[in-house]
């Protein structure tokens, strides 16, 4: 099992300044420690997440200040972008960090990041199968092939991108929140998959991983396992029950934020803004109970390699640990040292 970082802080409007410090100071610590990679995500117009606006911009930070922890975007919204673009960007990462870039991609989930989009109603609703296409050819211009577009005089124009990266071929992942489909569509894209315990339990995820690797064979042949990253809210301290009490707090207002997001997210989520306080509070204590015990990585070391343990018997083959829902900085870089400590023991 591989301990990588992860990060998609709910405070873009709660410092005047050193909002980047955490990400920084960790990347450095993953790096010295041995850890695999750190990620970065892709967020608009909205504080939870709000940090991260362009992951090629925080990758290209994460490959200044370090030597061999891998730098990866998780996940950048393909459909708000023209893939050219998206191919230029990362072949920088990858030039500025030797040959340690990799991208996840994802559709895109919340109506209003497509008033990025030229059409944004057609981009919304076409963003699933604007993702597969936009795959293909961001990994064929990885690969120094041309595209072909209409340039500015209306003639066409076969484009190819620079600098040419230094790895042959982009690694790349596809982001799921738990929907067999995308799964499925990871496997047949041959790419390796992104996912998280907030929309699905883990009798749902070893079933959603055994889609990926039986529609990965089918297509790929029986040798292609691909890999699977987990993401995972983590804080590790001196026993289960400090832990908890350490993060009651802040993830309770990190839950919160998440939940005024899919409150505006679209039609699909109609009713949780007409929720009572009482009854958001009530639905807050739930998901922090549920989250805390099922679906993060809180508590001891020895709580964290039963977990670990459980999740490589379902099939993950990379947890990565979500850091900055709130905690104080102190606790958390004392934290990481203890999932320093646990990544070097798995391997």
Not at 78 to 89: G, K, N, Q, S, Y
Not at 309 to 320: I, K, N, Q, R, S
Request: charged share 25%; aromatic share 8%.
């Amino acid at each position: 099992m591989d301990i990588s970082l992860f990060y998609f802080a709910d405070d873009a409007a709660s410092a005047d300044g050193g909002r980047y410090d955490l990400l920084l100071d960790g990347a450095r610590l993953a790096d010295d420690a041995g850890l695999h990679a750190v990620w970065t995500p892709e967020r608009h117009f909205h504080p939870f997440g709000g940090l991260y606006a362009n992951s090629a911009v925080t990758g290209a930070a994460v490959a200044a200040i370090t030597r061999r922890v891998g730098v990866r975007a998780g996940s950048v919204v393909l459909p708000l972008h023209d893939p050219i673009r998206v191919a230029e960007e990362w072949s920088m990462v990858d030039n500025l960090s030797g040959g340690r870039a990799a991208v996840a991609f994802a559709s895109g989930w919340h109506a209003q990041d497509f008033v990025l989009h030229p059409d944004p109603q057609a981009g919304y609703a076409a963003r699933k199968t604007t993702l597969t296409d936009n795959i293909d050819v961001v990994r064929r211009l990885w690969r120094g092939e041309t595209v072909t577009r209409t340039d500015g005089g209306g003639d066409k124009a076969s484009v190819r991108i620079f600098p040419p990266p230094v790895q042959s071929e982009l690694p790349f992942w596809v982001t799921s929140s738990g929907r067999p489909e995308t799964f499925r569509t990871a496997g047949e894209l041959g790419g390796n998959l992104l996912t998280h315990l907030l929309g699905q339990r883990l009798d749902v995820l070893r079933r959603n991983i055994g889609i990926y690797r039986e529609t990965l064979a089918a297509h790929h042949g029986p040798a292609k396992r691909g890999r699977v990253t987990l993401m995972l809210h983590t804080l590790l301290g001196h026993c289960d029950a400090e832990v908890l009490e350490l993060v009651r707090e802040p993830f309770s207002a990190y839950l919160a934020s998440s939940l005024d997001l899919t409150s505006r997210s679209g039609p699909t989520t109609e009713g949780i803004d007409e929720l009572t306080e009482q009854d958001q509070r009530a639905l807050l204590r739930r998901a922090f109970d549920r989250y805390s015990r099922e679906a993060g990585l809180f508590g001891s070391v020895d709580t964290a390699r039963r977990l670990i343990a459980t999740l490589a018997d379902a099939g993950v083959d990379e947890v990565a640990c979500l850091i900055d829902f709130g905690v104080d900085r102190a606790s958390v870089l004392k934290g990481l040292d203890r999932v320093a400590d646990l990544a070097r023991e798995l391997n």
